[in-house]
């Protein structure tokens, strides 16, 4: 029997939030066939408009045996008044659905219902600070693609929304299929690097600020010596100068940037689970698998070992 997996709606949604996610499904069931059935709900039902004005036809939301819910964001997801329906049916929902997803800023609805109350969870990074404010109980985790949580997963935005249903599909079918279904979609499996390189680090030394070259310079060499004499080298200034520039251009020190830059390509390593946590710490540029371990505490307040270990969870 195909697994029911529902793709939830609303005026003003994303269409890629749900177009994106929609085809990775469609092509796994392609290549393995009669394993997924799709549906497109909305509190209505009927010709619902995304923020581009293109329009998907939805049913109405009813009480069918979903396997997975997945709901799209956009700037629709803020019209909280609008949304009273939608929010109670998912609050309702959520403990007859095997998994509840959401895509960029979807986690405000999900966080709305309540779904997200003591988890994990992440969404666009632009909406980060928004919704930190907004939903205290939440344990927002800005940079992750995508972070799963139980039985209940949260994305970035937009195209993340492909990386969450190729580790849904992966959780379902296993990780050939989801590799056929990335290299259909001509995509990575398993993207590398976390929000950040799309983030406020990024777009404050880029892609048109002063150091917007520096970052990609930093970022293609993360396992080598990175001390602020040879940035500022490669910047053509002075070490002193440099550093006063770089932290009025980006909010952090030269130092704080590669280590931020090292944790990033670390923590997507430690989660893939495909390295030993030793051969990880050389390639991020830390050295030793100790000097990450304390970083990785700073950070994020778990061990590389634990944060594997909830990945694969």
């Given at each position: 029997?195909?697994?029911?997996?529902?793709?939830?709606?609303?005026?003003?949604?994303?269409?890629?939030?749900?177009?994106?996610?929609?085809?990775?499904?469609?092509?796994?069931?392609?290549?393995?066939?009669?394993?997924?059935?799709?549906?497109?709900?909305?509190?209505?039902?009927?010709?619902?408009?995304?923020?581009?004005?293109?329009?998907?036809?939805?049913?109405?939301?009813?009480?069918?045996?979903?396997?997975?819910?997945?709901?799209?964001?956009?700037?629709?997801?803020r019209?909280y008044?609008?949304?009273?329906?939608?929010?109670?049916?998912?609050?309702?929902?959520?403990?007859?659905?095997?998994?509840?997803?959401?895509?960029?800023?979807?986690?405000?609805?999900?966080?709305?219902?309540?779904?997200?109350?003591?988890?994990?969870?992440?969404?666009?990074?632009?909406?980060?600070?928004?919704?930190?404010?907004?939903y205290?109980?939440?344990?927002?985790?800005?940079d992750?693609?995508?972070?799963?949580?139980?039985?209940?997963?949260?994305?970035?935005?937009?195209?993340?929304?492909?990386?969450?249903?190729?580790?849904?599909?992966?959780?379902?079918?296993?990780?050939?299929?989801?590799?056929?279904?990335?290299?259909?979609?001509?995509?990575?499996?398993?993207?590398?690097?976390?929000?950040s390189?799309?983030?406020?680090?990024?777009?404050?030394?880029?892609?048109?600020?002063?150091?917007?070259?520096?970052?990609?310079?930093?970022?293609?060499?993360?396992?080598e010596?990175?001390h602020?004499?040879?940035?500022?080298?490669?910047?053509?200034?002075?070490?002193?100068?440099?550093?006063?520039?770089?932290?009025?251009?980006?909010?952090?020190?030269?130092?704080?940037a590669?280590?931020r830059?090292r944790?990033?390509?670390?923590?997507?390593?430690?989660?893939?689970?495909?390295?030993?946590?030793?051969?990880?710490?050389?390639?991020?540029?830390?050295?030793?698998?100790?000097?990450?371990?304390?970083?990785f505490?700073?950070?994020?307040?778990?061990?590389?070992?634990?944060?594997?270990?909830?990945?694969?969870?």
């Open positions: 029997m195909p697994r029911q997996i529902a793709f939830v709606v609303f005026p003003d949604f994303q269409i890629l939030d749900a177009t994106g996610p929609i085809a990775a499904f469609e092509i796994a069931g392609r290549i393995a066939p009669g394993k997924y059935s799709l549906t497109v709900l909305a509190a209505q039902g009927g010709e619902v408009a995304s923020s581009s004005g293109v329009r998907l036809v939805a049913q109405p939301l009813d009480e069918a045996d979903y396997d997975t819910v997945v709901v799209a964001g956009g700037n629709g997801s019209n008044a609008g949304l009273e329906e939608t929010v109670g049916w998912l609050r309702g929902r959520a403990g007859d659905v095997r998994r509840v997803a959401s895509v960029c800023s979807g986690a405000y609805l999900l966080a709305e219902a309540g779904l997200l109350d003591g988890r994990r969870a992440t969404t666009h990074w632009s909406r980060s600070d928004h919704f930190a404010r907004r205290p109980q939440v344990r927002l985790e800005p992750r693609i995508f972070v799963r949580e139980g039985d209940v997963w949260t994305s970035a935005g937009i195209t993340a929304g492909i990386d969450l249903s190729l580790a849904l599909i992966e959780d379902d079918l296993g990780a050939d299929t989801a590799k056929q279904t990335a290299q259909q979609l001509v995509v990575h499996q398993r993207r590398p690097g976390g929000q390189q799309f983030s406020a680090l990024l777009e404050m030394g880029g892609p048109n600020g002063r150091f917007a070259d520096l970052m990609e310079w930093i970022r293609e060499r993360l396992a010596p990175l602020v004499e040879r940035l500022a080298d490669r910047a053509a200034m002075s070490p002193r100068h440099f550093a006063r520039a770089f932290a009025a251009e980006t909010g952090v020190t030269p130092a704080k590669v280590e830059l944790l990033e390509a670390a923590r997507v390593r430690v989660e893939a689970g495909h390295e030993s946590i030793d051969r990880v710490a050389l390639a991020a540029g830390f050295g030793d698998p100790e000097r990450m371990r304390r970083a505490l700073r950070a994020f307040g778990q061990p590389p070992q634990a944060l594997r270990r909830a990945a694969k969870a």
